[in-house]
């Protein structure tokens, strides 16, 4: 098996503060101190697909991957007699995600998923091969997350979970003229156990390997070079290489930040003002600092705040942030932090008026007659609309079937991602809503 080496190391040289020395840029969870080098995982996880031969002794294995082709991931359980008991017998969730290895990407990882999304509508980075998977249960796609998929299995049954790559690695390099260096990926997978909610929240294990995708049969050529390469090495110089392994064992790693909805009520790390946004406050906890990150659309960066209380963040400088963050997100943190308020993408106003008003109450020119209410848009998706509008009529979005748009001669327009993302900022609509009589489910159409 390969050995765990340390990731990322060549990052510390160039950390200038000790904001900056965590675990996103030098994982210390990979680097096992010497009394815990035979510790036995609870999981272990095969991507089936060979390293490179051109690695150096002490680097991290890298792995070549061809562009949508199926690879398998064997999820194995590696547990001794006794470990774990409370999951014996029962699921386990896990999630594969492809993230950036590239400490510039990491930065900017929200923009750079949107402009791919942008660039190829209605595809996936990451996607499940199901007729090929085996022992998976109940597995799911995101919409909204297109470099991630989970799924249960049974650790004490064979599971195996194929995964196709769609994204190739010289899509979000700097400048793409033709023979490009390609950029490193991350595959990462979290395992969870149920808590007692019967929600799986609880983390067991997480592994991550280094990856890069090139277009179909890219990598067995790469491969081949490699290979080649090494061949017309001296035997002294190829003893600082390693050896190219048929498997790629993922090594442990730090768990990924899970992003997790939160209500709409204000928890005490939080002080609502008028802004649509919380401020955070110095008494937040790491876990309340996470959250305000998420609501506030810095989602790229929980990792790196893992450990950060609110006292912690606000102590920062604009030039810190700045430089944690970069220019443009270092801004945008730096005013959120200081309560600023930060634009929505887009918003809308709508209203929902009663027939009986319709008929008694004549709307003025500028349809100040009825009371209207802000939605504000960030995805620009209609499952984000969907949920925004069902939290504005307090029913849950499985409610709404679907959302129209009244178009010409008053027909009825499936609202797309689409069309949400050409609707012009700050449109008003009427709402007017029809219920299904044979169940509790609504359709709602924007005049």
């Not at 470990?83 to 993230?99: A, C, D, Y």
Request: charged share 25%; aromatic share 8%.
């Amino acid at each position: 098996l390969q050995r765990c080496v340390a990731l990322n190391e060549p990052f510390q040289k160039h950390l200038t503060s000790d904001v900056l020395a965590l675990p996103i840029f030098k994982q210390e969870e990979s680097n096992l101190p010497a009394d815990n080098e035979n510790k036995i995982l609870p999981f272990q996880y095969v991507l089936c697909a060979a390293t490179s031969p051109a690695i150096k002794l002490h680097d991290e294995t890298l792995t070549y991957l061809n562009q949508g082709q199926s690879y398998e991931i064997r999820m194995l359980d590696n547990r001794k007699i006794g470990e774990l008991p409370e999951i014996t017998g029962k699921m386990v969730k896990s999630i594969i995600r492809v993230v950036f290895h590239d400490r510039r990407l990491q930065y900017t990882e929200h923009q750079q998923l949107e402009g791919w999304r942008w660039n190829r509508p209605g595809d996936r980075i990451l996607a499940l091969d199901i007729p090929m998977s085996v022992g998976i249960i109940d597995p799911r796609a995101n919409p909204t997350q297109l470099n991630t998929v989970e799924f249960l299995w049974d650790p004490s049954k064979r599971t195996s979970v194929f995964i196709q790559v769609h994204c190739i690695s010289t899509e979000f390099t700097m400048r793409k003229h033709g023979g490009e260096k390609g950029v490193p990926f991350r595959i990462q997978i979290d395992t969870f156990k149920e808590n007692e909610s019967g929600e799986y929240t609880e983390h067991l294990h997480s592994a991550s390997c280094q990856v890069k995708v090139f277009k179909p049969k890219g990598a067995d050529r790469k491969q081949k070079t490699d290979r080649e390469k090494m061949e017309k090495r001296t035997p002294q110089e190829k003893e600082k290489y390693q050896p190219s392994y048929e498997t790629t064992i993922l090594t442990e790693c730090s768990p990924w930040p899970e992003v997790t909805y939160v209500n709409n009520s204000p928890s005490p790390g939080f002080n609502s003002s008028h802004n649509s946004f919380p401020n955070l406050l110095g008494t937040a906890t790491p876990q309340d600092t996470q959250q305000w990150l998420l609501r506030n659309r810095f989602s790229p960066f929980c990792r790196l705040f893992t450990n950060f209380s609110g006292a912690d963040l606000l102590k920062l400088t604009r030039e810190d942030v700045i430089q944690i963050c970069g220019p443009a997100d270092g801004i945008r943190l730096f005013n959120a932090l200081k309560g600023r308020a930060v634009r929505p993408r887009l918003t809308i106003y709508v209203c929902q008026e009663s027939q009986q008003a319709r008929e008694q109450q004549p709307k003025h020119e500028n349809g100040d007659a009825a009371i209207y209410h802000a939605i504000y848009l960030e995805e620009l998706t209609s499952t984000e609309l969907t949920e925004k509008l069902a939290q504005l009529f307090n029913i849950s979005p499985r409610q709404i079937n679907q959302i129209f748009k009244q178009g010409p001669t008053g027909i009825h327009v499936l609202v797309s991602d689409e069309m949400i993302q050409n609707f012009q900022d700050e449109v008003c609509f009427v709402l007017d809503t029809m219920k299904d009589e044979t169940s509790d489910a609504y359709h709602i159409i924007l005049k």
